[in-house]
Nanobody, 131 residues
Framework: QSQLVESGGGLVQPGGSLTLSCAAS????????IGWFRQAPGKEREGVSC????????YYTDSVKGRFTISRDNAKNTVYLQMNSLKPEDTAVYYC????????????????????????WGKGTLVTVSS
């Protein structure tokens, strides 16, 4: 059974850093695109970043470009989201999700549609940015 489990959330001061992990089980991670999404209280879910299955190319939504970095460790079947220069508006529950099985991943679509086509989701990890 395919499963995704996020970890690494917590409380951090503005300007601080956190690294989130998304551990996959039941499938081979690098066969699929993996996306990170977030949902702040009272707001709709939004896409944050994505890493493709084919060439490992990455995509970031504008609000996190230059601050967040997505990466993948195939040996550990885990995707990471390194978050630097955190702002209070980054506060949200962060979810990772798996894209469809396809030879061509469309990370732009998965991210900017806030998760269209993603078939498995983790339960999320809370990130709070506050002084």
């Amino acid at each position: 059974q395919s499963q995704l489990v996020e970890s690494g959330g917590g409380l951090v001061q503005p300007g601080g850093s956190l690294t989130l992990s998304c551990a996959a089980s039941g499938f081979t991670l690098d066969h699929y695109a993996i996306g990170w999404f977030r949902q702040a209280p009272g707001k709709e879910r939004e896409g944050v970043s994505c890493i493709s299955n084919s060439d490992g190319s990455t995509y970031y939504t504008d609000s996190v470009k230059g601050r967040f970095t997505i990466s993948r460790d195939n040996a550990k079947n885990t995707v990471y989201l390194q978050m630097n220069s955190l702002k209070p508006e980054d506060t949200a529950v962060y979810y990772c999700a798996r894209g469809p099985l396809t030879s061509y991943s469309n990370c732009y679509l998965y991210t900017e549609s806030s998760g269209y086509g993603m078939d498995y989701w983790g339960k999320g990890t809370l990130v709070t940015v506050s002084s």
